[in-house]
């Protein structure tokens, strides 16, 4: 039992995997098109000193946005001056947040209302992938923290500022990170934490179908509301970035050649969530899973409006808002 509760995320997991290696050998990666300025539009973008965060944080700039990079990594100072190298046209700074940490998170957001900017795009790209078991400082299983929890909390403490920034003609937007993972992903209401029996791949597909879960549940609240802000999910396919860093060292040295010759550049799977935060194509449209620059159908466990509501609900218990 214990075996198979390991061994069949795994399984599930390299499957997903093989089906996007084959779909990426056979079709060239998307190619943005040519997008409108940006100029007065404020982004955050999470995780943004390196990898696809980097890229998107580094596009949205050229295109005139005032662009905040939120990450505890060290290397935000030394981004910052590489993107303003890069003929960067907007404004790029470096704000700390550890996305583990509810306390961190309830700061940033806190520092960046008190300026009383706008923010018309939102983002969430921050993660982390196949780490060993462990605990963050609140208590919670650190994919499910990261991934997800710490991007549910932000959202939600930033999104009267999103709705106040947007407009009818030009909504704000919110574009949350997943991956095709969530296909292979499980979400357990009665253990969140994987404490049951832990597997690093049943972990992390389980924050990606997390966010789409949430994603979905968002975007109706918010048409329902008719406020003028949108919400997508992203997905970047198989970027070569140091996510597959903890790979087991026998997996490492496969996909090292592999990777080579069939991985996106982070540009290239960056470039799917620049088209949703800035292509004319995506004004008003959310609700939405991306793939390769195209809507597409998302796991079926995605589209439970209970599953999606039950979550919700649980997430602001665990986050410790009111509004449930």
């Known amino acids: 039992m214990w075996l198979l509760s390991v061994l069949l ?13 084959l779909y990426q050998t056979f079709n060239r990666a998307f190619m943005l098109p040519v997008l409108p300025r940006q100029d007065g539009r404020v982004a955050m ?11 998107t944080a580094k596009h949205l700039a050229k295109l005139g946005m005032h662009v905040v990079i939120g990450n505890k990594r060290e290397e935000g100072a030394a981004a910052i001056r590489r993107i303003q190298e890069e003929d960067s046209q907007g404004k790029v700074e470096f704000v700390f947040v550890d996305l583990t940490s509810l306390k961190s998170v309830r700061q940033f957001a806190q520092t960046f209302q008190n300026r009383g900017l706008p923010l018309h795009v939102l983002v969430n790209n921050a ?13 919670f299983e650190i994919h499910f923290a990261l991934n997800y929890l710490g991007h549910f909390l932000l959202t939600n403490l930033l999104l009267d500022t999103l709705k106040r920034s947007g407009r009818p003609a030009r909504c704000s937007r919110i574009v949350n990170m997943s991956s095709a993972t969530h296909y292979a992903g499980e979400v357990h209401m009665d ?15 389980q924050s990606k179908l997390a966010l789409v879960l949430f994603t979905y549940h968002l975007q109706e609240q918010l048409t ?24 087991w060292s026998i997996a490492q040295a496969l996909k090292k050649p592999v990777a080579k010759i069939l991985f996106r550049t982070p540009a290239e799977g960056a470039s799917i969530s620049v088209y949703a935060a800035a292509a004319s194509e995506m004004e008003g449209v959310g609700g939405c899973y991306l793939y390769n620059g195209h809507r597409k159908q998302s796991s079926d466990t ?4 209970e599953l999606q509501a039950e979550l ?8 410790g808002l009111q509004k449930a």
């Open 224 to 247: 329902a509301g008719g406020f003028p802000v949108t919400v997508s999910a992203v997905d970047p396919g198989m970027v070569d970035t140091a996510l597959y860093d903890n790979l």
């Open 45 to 55: 973008v999470t995780g943004g000193t390196r990898g696809m965060g980097y890229e």
């Open 9 to 21: 995320p795994l399984l599930k997991l390299y499957f997903c995997g093989v089906k996007v290696l």
């Open 127 to 139: 993660g982390t992938m196949m780490v060993p078991e462990g605990q963050t400082e609140d208590g």
């Open 302 to 305: 995605s589209y439970d409006s």
């Open 312 to 319: 919700w609900k649980k997430s602001c218990e665990l986050v």
């Open 191 to 205: 253990d969140l934490n994987r404490q049951i029996c832990y597997s690093s791949h049943g972990a992390y597909a």
